[in-house]
């Protein structure tokens, strides 16, 4: 029985571009899971994409599924059958789950007991016939986070469906979807080489379309971009900003991609190179070009999918398209600049930051106060309070210029610009273009104190607020992105160390919104705040590598700030690492005294009453105490355990020797008060039960 390629391709109009990557990344599988269900054996699964076209292509399709027989053994007959051999719920239920009649049960002696057993016979069948509702099934299966309808159809897709191909080996499968019946043509490329094609088999299609102008793979068709990119970047001594997101997006929006230099005129330099660049890679998908000293040229690179003989008035036409664009974004730049920075501020009355908190001035005048209570509590400087609470107030003024409302990805860069124009200090226009850092996972947090404190207030104020209101991510929702800007307070916390409390400051936003007159209950609204910062700093360790028990373990202790969280489990992971039987022991040993210790008779023992072994464990723990108080009072943690592990020893005897459950009362009573003054050393540091826990 041969076995053949099966390759089918769904063409379309052009795929928007990202939802065409994830239908790319899903197809295969799709496809894999389609003929297992069917029991049809393939080999490799390849799937290529363009614009117009998705292709999935299975290696080694047989001609013919093979027949199969399969046995099953069910009860025993005893239970099977009842007395009069009628078949009970036990073997009715059985052959339904077998897809057998109960007549068809067969009986068997298996080692002196009867057994009831299922055959089941699967014929042959030819391949060619159960694919056609195979792919018309895993057309119809294609996520797409928005289809539509054509024509008078009634089927939807991501955008119309326009051919059909599917063969097997040389045969055709005639699939139908949409009025359309699978052939064996394709299309090449929409302008420079149409067709349709004929294809003469399954293997072939691909070498059908190379020939046609498709470069089938988005892989290929980014490394012939940044292969064509470098060539221009040789031959002009300029360099191309080649951004992840705008070149994923690209590659998928060419079938064959040609890449070509445009120009622009050298009097839009003057204005701020961020627009310019947004205009370029966010509005038209350009990709700007920079001298060899990082400043903007007055070039760009225009990705076409048109035919490479007319690339002049190809570029001529983007030239238009984007000398329009950046006219714009001129006039909007001088027009803002006729007023000052600080002129805007009362207009941010007109934007709405959330309907329960008010508008973009009452959030303002939040994140002043939020910052002034920041500085107060850091000890920082007064001249850069001055700087902070400046930063604060015109942080978000640019909202309501005309650049950003036209080219929003701009919002804070403006501001910087039209601050500086202004005369405002470097250090407040530098705070108010940092001020939305972390932006993402890895972005660099804001450069000094003046934006770092900015920026905590700014992200604080918004997660407190819409906690307040009952505005928390849910799930997988989190449409105000309270997640990143949590993620963003911890990454400032933790990388400058500034000496300031989380918990306070969320203590000293929510006051400001009551103050403001916001009702909400503040004790369960604080509660979900600080475990909510708790639960990202929680997902952050367990990424980097310490175990979900070490961090159980430092919280069991009652810690609420997630910085300190951070700290003291890597620490106590790092000890774990670097010697872990110590450590395991350590866990074993507070657990053995955790269980035994009695609470309601404290810790006052009777030193006349301790034997040698018990006066040294009583001595190590009158030790421990001093040295892990002096260390976490200067939040030396990894100190603190050093001092816990030095009581490895004389618990370890204090176990081995002492029957601390003595049949005299008064004996065991002392003993178990030296074990809860033993536990207790451990109470500010880490539950080391959790960690005993296998």
């Excluded at 379309?12 to 799709?30: I, N, V, Y």
């Excluded at 070009?289 to 983007?318: M, Q, R």
């Excluded at 470097?426 to 705070?431: E, G, K, M």
């Amino acid at each position: 029985m041969a076995n053949q390629t099966l390759t089918f391709e769904i063409g379309t109009e052009e795929l928007p571009a990202f939802a065409l990557h994830a239908a790319t990344e899903k197809l295969g599988g799709m496809f894999a899971d389609a003929l297992d269900g069917a029991g049809i054996p393939h080999g490799e699964i390849s799937v290529y994409s363009t614009p117009r076209r998705l292709i999935v292509s299975a290696l080694a399709v047989p001609e013919a599924t093979e027949a199969l027989t399969e046995t099953f053994r069910g009860p025993a007959a005893k239970i099977a059958f009842d007395a009069d051999g009628n078949p009970t719920k036990a073997a009715l239920g059985f052959a339904r789950g077998k897809g057998v009649d109960a007549s068809a049960l067969e009986r068997r002696d298996e080692n002196g007991v009867e057994y009831v057993y299922a055959v089941k016979s699967t014929p042959s069948v030819q391949v060619i016939t159960l694919l056609p509702d195979i792919l018309q099934n895993l057309i119809t299966s294609i996520y797409w986070p928005r289809s539509q309808r054509w024509g008078s159809r009634h089927e939807h897709f991501s955008r119309p469906v326009r051919w059909l191909f599917a063969m097997h080996g040389d045969a055709v499968v005639p699939v139908e979807f949409a009025g359309l019946t699978a052939g064996n043509t394709t299309c090449g490329h929409r302008f420079l080489a149409p067709g349709p094609w004929e294809v003469a088999s399954a293997d072939a299609l691909i070498d059908v379309l190379r020939e046609h102008n498709v470069v089938p793979t988005e892989a290929e068709r980014e490394a012939s971009i940044r292969e064509q990119v470098a060539a221009i970047e040789e031959k002009t001594g300029l360099v191309a900003e080649l951004p992840a997101k705008t070149m994923a997006e690209v590659v998928n929006l060419a079938e064959f991609p040609t890449v070509m230099v445009g120009e622009f005129d050298e009097l839009f330099l003057a204005v701020p190179k961020e627009i310019t660049v947004d205009a370029m890679l966010v509005h038209q998908r350009y990709f700007p070009l920079f001298n060899a000293d990082g400043t903007l040229a007055n070039k760009f690179l225009i990705t076409s999918n048109g035919d490479p003989k007319f690339e002049a008035n190809i570029v001529d036409g983007n030239q238009r398209v984007v000398a329009a664009r950046l006219y714009d974004a001129k006039f909007f730049y001088d027009e803002d600049l006729k007023m000052p920075l600080s002129a805007y501020v009362d207009r941010l009355d007109e934007v709405v930051f959330q309907e329960a908190l008010g508008t973009m001035r009452d959030k303002t005048a939040r994140v002043v106060k939020l910052s002034a209570r920041i500085t107060s509590a850091a000890g920082i400087e007064a001249a850069e309070m001055r700087d902070i609470a400046r930063s604060a107030y015109l942080a978000k003024a640019d909202l309501v210029t005309s650049a950003v409302i036209e080219f929003t990805s701009v919002q804070g860069i403006m501001g910087s610009y039209y601050a500086t124009a202004a005369g405002e200090p470097p250090r407040v226009a530098r705070a108010i273009a940092e001020h939305y850092r972390p932006r993402f996972s890895g972005d660099a947090i804001p450069t000094d104190i003046i934006g770092q404190v900015v920026a905590l207030s700014d992200k604080i104020d918004t997660i407190c607020g819409l906690f307040a209101v009952g505005q928390a991510p849910t799930g997988s929702s989190d449409p105000f992105a309270l997640r990143r800007a949590a993620l963003g307070v911890l990454a400032i916390l933790e990388e400058t160390g500034l000496p300031i409390s989380l918990v306070e400051t969320i203590d000293g936003s929510l006051i400001i919104y009551r103050e403001a007159g916001l009702q909400f209950d503040n004790a369960e609204v604080r509660r979900e705040i600080i475990d909510f910062f708790i639960t990202r700093e929680k997902v952050a360790l367990r990424d980097a590598g310490v175990k979900a028990d070490t961090i159980d373990a430092v919280l069991a202790c009652g810690i609420e700030e997630p910085i300190v969280l951070a700290r003291r489990a890597r620490a106590l992971e790092a000890a774990r690492t670097e010697n872990p039987q110590v450590f395991d022991d350590l866990a074993t040993a507070f657990a053995r005294a955790n269980n035994l210790r009695e609470i309601g008779l404290g810790t006052g023992y009777k030193k006349t009453e301790l034997t040698a072994v018990e006066t040294a464990l009583a001595e190590a723990v009158a030790t421990a105490e001093g040295n892990v108080a002096a260390a976490l009072a200067d939040d030396r943690y990894a100190d603190a355990l050093v001092a816990l592990a030095a009581l490895r020893a004389p618990v370890d005897e204090f176990f081995d020797t002492t029957m601390v459950m003595d049949e005299d009362p008064e004996v065991r009573a002392n003993r178990l008060k030296l074990l809860n003054r033993f536990a207790n050393v451990f109470a500010h540091v880490a539950d080391f039960s959790q960690m005993a826990k296998k």
